[in-house]
């Protein structure tokens, strides 16, 4: 929510457009994409936890929405699914020209994906075709 703050307050000086995406991605599907899981998809467990992201996106982004209606202001808001977040970034970015893109540095990720793939902020920083700002 910080990075939310920051974009609300460029929002309101420059009168810019904001575009508030979140990202529902299983963290096994993020750190295993070539290993299939034993049995069904569909399986109560698989979803029980794909409710439970998704739930937690729905309402991050129901409280980003009022926030800026708080301020009179609009937003867009895309809840996306089973692509990672820096991939969005730089495919979005690029195809829609955003001239920057304000993001946290801290995330809800497993620390076996930060070693191996790196934080998303890591990514972003590197990858994005447009500025870039990390809000702490």
Known sequence: ??????????????????????????HMYELLPNISFAGPSNTLISYTIHEDYLK??????NDVETRFKDEGLEVETRLLFDILPEDYIKKVSAEENFDLVILGCKGKHSKLREVFLGTVPDRVINEAPCDVLIVR
């Not at 703050?5 to 991605?25: G, I, M, Q, T, Y």
């Not at 937690?56 to 982004?61: E, G, R, S, V």
């Open 1 to 26: 929510m910080d990075a939310v703050e920051k974009a609300l307050e460029l929002k309101k000086r420059d009168n810019s457009e904001v575009v508030v995406f979140h990202s529902v991605v299983h």
């Open 56 to 61: 937690l996106a729905k309402k991050i982004l």
